[in-house]
């Protein structure tokens, strides 16, 4: 009974250094949606995939971030250069594909601190 | 656009008493999901319980139940016979449909203690 699966847990980086954080959907789901949860607050949307596409990445920062989801293999956030800031839980969701009664199912996060 | 409100920071709560966590919503669609989620210390996030904008009754999950009052706008999570392992973050969310990319918004949370 495989779940959403993240990984790693845990990644330090240095500040410029690169993060990717992988996330494996649920099987059968082909929506995968990655949020970033700061400290003591709420989960904020980044980007919402599907296979080899992304359909809406209204949350992402225009610039360092980028994620994708290939055909084969996990959807990857990748973070470039790093910063401070960025340092936050990364929570990767899937979903059926249809709308409105598809709970998202969630990963268990990866706690990215930046150093 | 479609916005989520959780107005209580932090609620405190007898154990095996019942609490209420309020959730207030804005959209425009008639069509829409509204979900609530439990994220303990642990950190992971853990589905409690949906209820659909056309559905007629309240769902209902065990000791969790949806007080879904549509006219208002509401969509507040009652927690029956409080357990202390209820003390967690607690996240009203709902399915964005207006644009059509189905994404899930959430509001900022309620931190819930339960006190023995």
């Known amino acids: 009974n495989a779940g959403v699966m993240q990984n790693p847990r845990h990644l330090v980086r240095r500040r410029g250094q690169e993060a990717r954080l992988r996330c494996s959907p649920m099987k059968g789901h082909s929506h995968v949606y990655w949020y970033r949860q700061l400290p003591e607050e709420g989960l904020k949307f980044m980007v919402y995939?599907?296979?080899?596409?992304?359909?809406?990445e209204s949350g992402m920062p225009k610039e360092r971030f980028s994620a994708e989801f290939p055909k084969e293999g996990p959807s990857i956030l990748r973070i470039q250069q790093v910063v401070r800031g960025d340092s936050a839980a990364y929570f990767c969701?899937?979903?059926?594909?249809?709308?409105?009664?598809?709970?998202?199912?969630f990963g268990q996060g990866t706690r990215l601190t930046v150093v | 656009a479609q916005k989520i409100t959780q107005t209580q920071p932090g609620m405190f709560v007898q154990e095996k008493e019942a609490v209420t966590l309020d959730c207030t919503y804005d959209t425009s669609d008639p069509s829409y999901g509204l979900f609530w989620y439990k994220q303990p210390s642990s950190g992971e996030m853990i589905f409690l319980i949906y209820?659909?904008?056309?559905?007629?009754q309240n769902a209902t999950e065990g000791r969790y139940s949806l007080n879904f009052q549509k006219a208002r706008k509401s969509a507040n999570l009652v927690i029956s016979a409080s357990q202390l392992g209820d003390s967690a973050m607690y996240f009203c969310?709902?399915?964005?449909?207006?644009?059509?990319?189905?994404?899930?918004?959430f509001g900022t949370g309620t931190r819930l203690k339960v006190l023995a």
């Open positions: 209820q659909g904008s056309y559905d007629q």
């Open positions: 995939l599907q296979k080899e596409n992304i359909i809406d």
């Open positions: 969310a709902m399915r964005d449909t207006t644009s059509g990319t189905y994404k899930y918004i």
């Open positions: 969701a899937s979903s059926h594909a249809r709308p409105d009664g598809s709970e998202a199912f």
